[in-house]
């Protein structure tokens, strides 16, 4: 979703934080490198872990989050990017403290060029790292090569980051974490709420399909592990083929049968209650958020500890049945050809 091949990393300043007895070290300088190596290095580190987000967000009001808020505007509007760094650094160090959390190498890094949904933008970024890797070096001394080991970063990715693009109407944060660290750093350090847009839309119908799908319609009628993987990827199907989602059409072309339809609509309209989300009937579908939420429709058939059936295609070259004498069950698959 973020193309970040042509952005240009303007500046960005380090930092070390701390939680255990060991100082911090805030910097008083920022970096600059614009050598096209030295750049394109920077965009690596910075940018491309968040080439594939599937989940925009944006700032929440009234929240802790506002100091970040703030900060980030306070960049992008030219403040001193060390200053408000230092400032970022010393929130972030409170945050982490507050909620038991390590330390890290911290960077604060300003871009311009930052490309979504085929507009450029300017953004910033905050990255935390927790460890380095280790990279051996060598070079020519006296017509020798000496190698030396040192400890940097280079293929690591970062523990928690968030990456703030200012679009138009309002900034679109992207966020990195895990389920351990998200609440101190989605709302305790930066104040984030999911943004109502097309990519979060796609997102939540196509979740809404999926649970649909795998846990309340076989509550409601007979529906094989065959029939429901034939369904999810008639669902997945209609994303990757369509370029706008229309909830009754959807229904249509991926049930049929009116009774499905009929309870899909039912379903739809309590997901939405008891998932905390609002899923639109109509809007455009977003391609990175499908290509995202794919990989969570399974499409495996598996049978006992012996047999994996991977069905991508059609549901009627497949017959489920018992064997009368044995009682087993069986899968009866009809192909064309063996490839």
């Known amino acids: 979703m973020v193309n970040g091949k042509d952005a240009i990393v303007e500046e960005f300043v380090l ?10 070290i805030l910097n008083d300088f920022s970096a600059v490198l614009e050598g096209s190596e030295e750049q394109e290095f920077l965009r690596r580190l910075f940018l491309k872990p968040f080439a594939n987000m599937g989940e925009t967000f944006t700032f929440a009001e009234g929240e802790d989050g506002d100091v970040f808020h703030g900060l980030c ?14 400032s970022i650094a010393q929130r972030l160090l409170e945050v982490l403290r507050q909620h038991d959390l390590k330390g890290g190498d911290v960077f604060v890094a300003k871009f311009n060029g930052v490309e979504l949904n085929g507009a450029r933008h300017a953004a910033v970024g905050v990255l935390k790292f927790d460890g380095r890797e280790v990279f051996m070096e060598n070079k020519p001394e006296d017509g020798r090569l000496v190698m030396r080991l040192g400890r940097g970063l280079g293929t690591l990715k970062p523990a928690l980051a968030v990456l703030v693009v200012f679009t138009p109407d309002a900034p679109t944060l992207f966020t990195i974490d895990d389920d351990r660290h998200a609440g101190a750093w989605r709302h305790g350090f930066i104040g984030l709420r999911r943004k109502e847009d097309h990519v979060n839309s796609t997102r939540d119908a196509m979740a ?6 795998t846990e309340q319609l076989p509550q409601q009628q007979e529906v094989d592990r065959a029939g429901q993987i034939d369904l ?5 199907q209609y994303f990757k083929e369509n370029t706008a989602y229309d909830r009754d059409h959807f229904a249509q072309e991926v049930f049929g049968e009116k009774e499905v339809m009929n309870a ?6 309590r997901y ?10 109509r809007f455009d579908i977003s391609s990175h958020a499908v290509k995202s939420q794919a990989r ?17 295609g059609d549901r009627s070259r497949i ?3 018992v064997d009368e004498r044995t009682g087993r069950k069986f899968y009866k698959i009809y192909y064309d050809e063996e490839q």
């Open 264 to 269: 899909f609509d039912r379903y739809s309209e």
């Open 296 to 312: 969570v429709f399974k499409s495996v058939l598996k049978l006992d500890r012996n047999f994996h059936i991977y069905i991508h």
């Open 15 to 24: 930092h070390r934080l701390a939680t255990d007895d060991a100082p911090s």
């Open 319 to 321: 017959e489920q049945g």
């Open 208 to 213: 809404m399909a999926r649970t649909f799908i």
């Open 73 to 86: 505007a306070g960049i992008h509007a030219g403040r001193d990017l060390v200053e408000a760094s230092r």
């Open 232 to 236: 999810l990827n008639r669902s997945v």
């Open 272 to 281: 939405g209650q008891e998932h905390d989300v609002r899923v639109q009937d």
